[in-house]
């Protein structure tokens, strides 16, 4: 499902979001943020509560939008349904969905296809191979008569990731996907993302882990009312001196950092 | 036991009967699951208000409930929109259709016992009119459903993603809420206005706690549903009793012996 990506567009921008202001009535939450994804990349979303990461992926979902700038997908406005269709989200509170609700494995991963099959359409055998094969991708094939409220944590977690592959997206977002997921479980997953992105998927995820986050990814944004972009594929050894990021926080060894000369919030 | 299906009124019960079960059941799983139970109840209240307008100006009382009970349910929808809560949005609307009920019928003082027939529901009530609009109704809802099947799933257990997946969930949402005004509307004449809400609730309640999956959940809720209606409809037919207790009544049954199921089968595995 990964190979289905154009792989001559080597460097095509696949997220783009210039000069973007966004504000909730009088209360601003992000100003002239700007942020680039293009294939291959894998960006780390970090920042403190409250500092706008939600409200740039809901703006990068195409369902926000700004008061001012642009937000792309694929080069395509980003609320406009073609752009949304090549996007695979996986929400915040997926894995605190209600538990006592109906649904199999396979129902749920099958969610991922409705918009691929289209209004007034049931789904077919291809959509029933492509449910397959994501549950396969996750490592959850065999469970997939189960109801989904009976798996653990972090299975609900991958049968989550599952029914954003199943739209056979070109990007995958997740917010804040490993809150109330154990630690092997975590390492599963990352194991499973750091798979897809060599794939070529380009993958944003959003996290206040901020330790754990940056020895995966290969691009950092600091999120806090603006958005401030660290390139991280040669390492970083502390990634919380990356971003002086939280109120008070103070950056103690600033050298280490790798962040000189740009780096936002309350510098030593 | 067959000889009260010579009775075309029986016929005609049973006919309607079968439809109406089917549509409250199958709406009631996607209500009860939204945490909508309640609906049911409130657009009933407000399809009172409907039939008594109806009778009063001399409309046919069926479709003046169906206008005005999805016209409230749009309303409902609209002042959820404008933040007022859900269940205050529902209870404005239901004391808005008790007044109007209640102030049309001390005004007219004759057609007490008319009202009674949709108060309560009415095996005998079920005329030719009455089949064709419930038939044509229900084979709607029923088409709606299916064709919008794997959306209202979708919205149903998580709007925010479906909302990311491009679908349009306000749209959705405003049909369901349409869609279950009508299964108020059609259930009236068979289960009475009184007991509509627990024809949506309780077969859902009932499915959704021995299903495993969303589908096997619909098909057991309107299954259960249709049972239960025959069963009901034949027991009132013998004992002279009002169609809609006897039906619910059964389905109250249905409901507890599969909540006895459940919970033995907890005990079992907690062992």
């Not at chain 1, 469970?143 to 592959?165: D, H, N, P, T, W």
């Not at chain 2, 259709?97 to 102030?103: E, F, R, V």
């Not at chain 2, 009508?182 to 859902?204: E, F, K, N, Q, T």
């Amino acid at each position: 499902m990964i190979g289905a990506w154009n792989m001559n567009a080597a460097n095509k921008t696949i997220v783009l979001l210039r000069d973007v202001t966004f504000s909730y009535g009088a209360h601003i939450v992000l100003e002239n943020a700007g942020l680039e994804v293009k294939k291959g990349d894998f960006l780390g979303i970090i920042g403190p509560n409250g500092a706008g990461k939600t409200t740039l992926v809901r703006l990068m979902l195409g369902l926000l939008r700004p008061d001012r700038g642009i937000v792309q997908l694929f080069g395509s406005p980003a609320t406009s349904a073609d752009a949304r269709a090549g996007v695979g989200y996986v929400p915040q509170k997926a894995t605190s969905f209600d538990q006592h609700f109906p649904a199999t494995v396979s129902e749920v991963v099958g969610m991922g296809r409705i918009q691929r099959a289209g209004l007034l359409k049931q789904l077919g055998q291809a959509d029933r191979d492509a449910i397959e094969k994501a549950l396969e991708e996750v490592g959850m094939a065999e469970y997939g008569k189960m109801r989904v409220s009976e798996l653990s944590g972090g299975q609900q977690q991958r049968v989550f990731i599952a029914r954003a592959l199943a739209a056979e997206p070109k990007l995958l977002i997740l917010d804040e996907p490993t809150v109330g997921v154990d630690h092997h479980a975590q390492a599963k997953f990352y194991s499973i993302l750091k798979r897809l992105n060599r794939a070529g998927m380009a993958i944003v995820l959003i996290s206040h882990d901020v330790g754990v986050v940056s020895s995966h990814v290969n691009k950092l944004a600091c999120v806090n009312r603006s958005v401030v972009i660290h390139d991280v594929s040669k390492g970083v050894e502390r990634a919380d001196l990356v971003c002086a990021y939280s109120e008070g926080m103070k950056v103690v060894k600033h050298e280490n950092a790798g962040c000189t000369g740009h780096c936002h919030g309350k510098e030593v | 036991m067959l000889d009260m299906l010579q009775y075309t009124f029986m016929q005609r019960a049973f006919i309607a009967g079968a439809l109406i079960a089917i549509v409250c059941s199958v709406i009631g799983v996607f209500l009860v699951l939204r945490k909508m139970s309640l609906i049911g109840d409130g657009l009933a209240h407000i399809a009172f208000a409907g039939i008594a307008g109806g009778m009063f100006f001399g409309v046919y009382p069926l479709l003046s409930a169906l206008a005005f009970t999805v016209l409230s349910a749009l309303g409902i929808q609209r002042l959820k929109d404008m933040k007022v809560h859900g269940d205050a949005a529902i209870a404005i609307f239901f004391s808005f259709g008790l007044a109007i009920g209640i102030t049309l019928i001390s005004m007219s003082g004759g057609f007490g016992m008319d009202l009674f027939s949709y108060l309560f529901g009415s095996i005998l009530a079920v005329n030719e009119t009455d089949l064709a609009f419930i038939g044509a109704l229900c084979a709607a809802t029923i088409a709606l459903v299916w064709l919008f099947y794997k959306e209202l799933f979708y919205i149903t257990f998580d709007e925010d993603s479906a909302r990311a997946g491009g679908l349009p969930v306000e749209g959705l949402n405003t049909m369901l809420i349409v869609l279950t005004a009508i299964a108020v509307v059609v259930s009236m004449r068979v289960v009475g206005i009184l007991l509509v809400s627990s024809y949506i609730v309780l077969p859902a309640s009932t499915a959704l706690l021995v299903s495993r999956g969303f589908r096997d959940t619909i098909l057991l809720a309107a299954g259960l549903a249709l049972i239960s209606t025959v069963i009901g409809l034949t027991a009132a037919y013998y004992l002279d009793a009002a169609a809609g207790g006897a039906i619910v009544l059964v389905l109250v049954g249905a409901f507890a012996s599969a909540l006895a199921y459940h919970l033995l089968g907890q005990k079992k595995r907690e062992k």
